[in-house]
């Protein structure tokens, strides 16, 4: 499943362990799931898993998203289903992943939540009875949990890409279980005494 890894490195994080792109956010978009205690179907998880791997290897649109769907207003019904879709995933990644760069610029976070929501919602009641409709309807229902989601995940993945002190030293200052976890799986020994950092 997913493509082979070219190399060690992928954003930044190792995926050595890995056999590929998808493996990894697989795992890591499960530990997310449970930490942010959302039940999403199998179905919605892997579309989440690609919409993921298709953002390693491509860039985000230069145009406005709502100026692309409302561009697309006039277009073909193929063109509109492409554009519905670019546009809740875009908002979603960028929710996600960039939120806090977000809450110091003029565009926040909830707009992104409010134009991908409606978006999934559209692409949703455009496709009828199609086996993807579920999927798009499930990620409109529950966009924000979703976004909480991808930003659980990039919290992860910064943590994985971090050295093992400033790993140990996020540990001490938030007790975050998840990061007492993989500092013992470093063989780091994590004491419970030690005081949080003020």
Not at 7 to 32: C, K, P, Q, R, W
Not at 36 to 65: I, K, M, N
Not at 76 to 85: E, I, S, Y
Not at 167 to 175: A, F, S
Request: proline share 3%; hydrophobic share 45%.
């Amino acid at each position: 499943m997913g493509r082979q890894v070219a190399d060690n490195e992928i954003m930044g994080i190792d995926v050595t362990a890995h056999a590929s792109v998808d493996a990894f956010f697989y795992e890591a978009l499960n530990e997310a799931l449970d930490a942010v205690h959302l039940d999403a179907t199998e179905p919605a998880g892997w579309y989440l898993v690609s919409l993921l791997g298709e953002f390693t290897r491509a860039r985000l649109p230069d145009e406005p998203l709502a100026m692309k769907l409302a561009q697309s207003q006039s277009g073909d019904p193929g063109d509109r289903v492409r554009t519905l879709k670019e546009v809740g995933d875009t908002s979603l990644y960028v929710a996600g992943f960039f939120a806090e760069s977000l809450s110091r610029k003029v565009v926040d976070a909830d707009y992104y939540i409010s134009l991908g929501r409606g978006a999934y919602a559209e692409l949703a009641g455009c496709l009828g009875s199609h086996s993807i409709t579920d999927v798009y309807r499930e990620l409109a229902e529950n966009f924000p949990a979703f976004v909480e989601v991808l930003g659980e995940m990039r919290r992860r993945v910064d943590c994985a890409g971090a050295d093992v002190v400033k790993l140990y030293e996020q540990w001490v200052r938030t007790r975050d279980a998840w990061i007492e976890k993989k500092l013992r799986a470093l063989g780091v020994f994590v004491d419970p005494g030690v005081k949080i950092l003020q």
